[in-house]
């Protein structure tokens, strides 16, 4: 993300933002298993959901600072900006982010953070220190094959094509509907206003989606939301010259892609 400061044409652009796009796609992954690791069971569903918000709260917060910061500075700094805020969450994680206690369990059964994390969720607890310590659910290693063995081949390519189709929509429209706004006939001021509202149904949806889920269930939750998702993108292409259907349809997809990424 620095690098792209310095780039001097189109492919150099693209390369450094492959390499960003890696790293990005490789963070929320590993970051939602976390999470729902040490989240208490009854409120994993929502701490997961929560994070996935994180991706609108960010591209919400981007978009307003990009509207101070590329008009007196230009473009090449908002991703100076960008590196710099992702440098101090570095260090952030690396001082404050716990480890996965079960990865140190597999690592080494008496590792002492072992012990230090468990004091910090329940400080009154009698815990030995010395103790040697092992997971009631420790996972098998498996293969790429066992992925389509089972029985599991249709549950597996579902997944994935849903989890694929998903993320690409929400990309296409984080790139795009302030484009398609304009291309609309919306102004300018109102396509950014369709763009941030598209951000704010994704963080109002991650929020209350995960008690919904929890209560009735993901599999009937994660349906009904991908049944929205289609009535909302026909009004968003429905919506030229209608700023309110803009707005609304905006919010809804919002709500229904980015709030049952999770």
Known sequence: TLAIHYVQDLNMLILFRFLAGI????????ICALVSEYSPNKHRQTGVLVVSGGIAAGAMLGGILASFIEPAFGWRSLFMVAGGVTIVA???????LPESIRFLIARNPTHPDVYRLLKRISPSADIPQNARWMVSERPTAGTFRELFTGGMSFTTIILWVSYILILSTMYLLFQWLPILAREFGFSPAMATYASTVFNLGGMVGSIVLGPIAARWGVYKVSAINFLVIIPGMIALASSRDMQMLLLFS?????????????
Do not use: D, K, Q, Y
Not at 90 to 96: D, F, K, R, S, T
Not at 250 to 261: A, N, Y
């Open 23 to 30: 790293g990005i796609g490789g963070l929320l992954p590993n």
């Open 90 to 96: 570095l260090v952030v994680a690396i001082v404050l």
């Open 250 to 262: 905006s919010f809804v997809t919002g709500w229904t892609i980015m709030g049952g990424l999770g």
